[in-house]
């Protein structure tokens, strides 16, 4: 009765994805395409097989890593199975069998990032969605437009994007949906809208956001959706310099990440405690925890928000006054940019070289306002007002020690008038502080 027991296989793997045990999901869906395998080939079969063959693909992704070698043939063996069946007139019943292998390709493109290649294929996902004109698949595509356009510094249009994901996003009817694309679709929405909120000069709407996006997860309970919300929500806390709330969420994500063998997620946990412990002055421990969580993410084949990470270690070491150590990480975060075009942090990447450059035995003034006005350039060009007032807020300090007090409060005052929110947050609070300080 081997088809029987591939079927009871199959719905074993379907009820342990449901409940979040992801390692027994990968295990029951594996013994049932063996199990296929094993008997003769016929239409109803080679359906069976389309189905479960995708199947896999969502618990390999949280559990091996979103560019895994396994993951990457799983996902290519349901392309490939796909076609043979297309080929033989017999195509899915399921349209959305086929959307979700070109999630897998595209989400593998984003997290070993490749910019370009990354909007290549949320592009081609978008227009055949527009083609079939379903609800389900345009949502989707919006979903990954956003942030292919967001890491590859395109923060205006990613917004807009993930707006018209949101709105087409249904939460009856679109939470199954966890199941073919890795996590619920609003929650990863939300996650990164908030970033694109924050970036563009919002943080009272990138923490609503976050907030909705973490509330969401935890109602929902399945793990893969609560390991994307806690490291996504963690992330829009970081940035709006809410410290001890972020370090929370890391340690969550990491225990659960433990819990659930999530790999990649431990890893990106890792990173995030270590960058936490840099900035509330703990720079010894923060480079071991950043290095080891680095190491661990690149053993999982993704680098995407590396040269983030590598430009907190770049940080910490010259809080330690290990400078060639600082140059080093600074150097290969640049890099990083330059070659995959990751620019979600391009900016702050500059500022930060900035800050080291005047942090050095021999401190560079000449280097460091260079980085600064490299980073300004940088936040316009993108329209990110958050990194440009981070990036004035360098320049103006610099300048302010050089009796350039004039100079320096033209290059402020109007960048902190262009915000209309987030007046309670440290970096509005700290540049109405430096403007004052000015004007004395």
């Known amino acids: ?16 994805l449901a409940r979040s045990a992801l390692v027994e999901a990968v295990e029951q869906y594996k013994r049932a395409l063996a199990q296929i395998a094993t008997l003769p ?28 070698p396994e993951t990457k043939a799983a996902v290519e063996r349901g392309r490939l199975l796909i076609e043979q069946a297309e080929a033989l007139g017999e195509p899915p019943e399921d349209p959305l069998l086929l959307y979700s292998t070109l999630y897998g390709v595209w989400v593998a493109h984003l997290f070993a990032f490749n910019g370009d290649t990354c909007r290549d294929v949320a592009a081609r996902f978008l227009a055949l969605a527009k083609k079939q004109g379903a609800t389900v698949p345009l ?35 679109h939470r199954a949906l966890a199941a073919r694309f890795g996590s619920d679709p609003g929650v990863t929405i939300l996650s990164y809208r908030s970033w694109a909120a924050w970036y563009l000069g919002y943080p009272e709407a990138a923490l609503a956001d976050a907030n909705h996006a973490l509330e969401d997860a935890r109602q929902i309970g399945q793990a893969a959706t609560m390991m994307v919300g806690l490291a996504c929500t963690a992330w829009t806390r ?34 995030m405690q270590g960058d936490l412990l840099a900035l509330t002055g703990k720079a010894s421990v ?58 979600l942090f391009e900016a702050e990447i500059r500022r930060i070289a900035g800050e080291i450059a005047l942090l050095s035995p021999q401190p560079d003034a000449a280097k460091a306002e260079a980085y600064f006005e490299r980073a300004l350039a940088v936040s316009r060009r993108q329209q990110t007002k958050s990194c440009e007032l981070r990036a004035a807020m360098s ?46």
């Open 1 to 16: 009765m081997i088809e029987k027991a591939a079927g009871m296989w199959g719905k074993a793997g379907q009820r342990s």
């Open 41 to 68: 080939t016929a239409p109803a079969l080679r359906r069976e097989e389309i189905k479960l063959q995708v199947a896999l693909i969502t618990p390999l992704i949280h559990v091996k890593g979103y560019v895994a």
């Open 139 to 173: 949502m989707i595509g919006h979903r990954l437009m956003g942030p292919s356009l967001l890491f590859t510094g395109d923060f205006a249009e990613s917004r807009a994007h993930l707006d018209r994901a949101f709105a087409l996003y249904d939460p009856v009817e």
């Open 238 to 271: 970081r940035l709006c310099r809410r410290y001890a709330e972020a370090g929370s969420l890391a340690d969550e994500l990491v225990a659960l990440a433990d819990e659930k063998a999530g790999a990649y997620w431990k890893a990106l946990g890792t990173m």
């Open 286 to 343: 923060a480079v071991q925890k950043i290095t080891s969580g680095v190491t661990a993410q690149r053993s999982t084949g993704a680098t995407v928000l590396i040269p983030s990470y590598l430009s907190f270690l770049a940080r910490a070491y010259a809080d330690l006054g290990r400078f060639d150590d600082a140059w080093r990480s600074i150097d290969e975060a640049m890099t990083a940019v330059e070659t995959t075009k990751e620019r």
């Open 395 to 440: 320049l103006v300090r610099l300048w302010r020690d050089q009796g350039k007090v004039q100079q320096a409060r033209e290059l402020l005052a109007p960048v902190y008038r262009w915000f209309t929110e987030g007046f309670d947050t440290r970096d509005l609070k700290e540049a109405k502080a430096l403007l004052e300080e000015l004007a004395a």
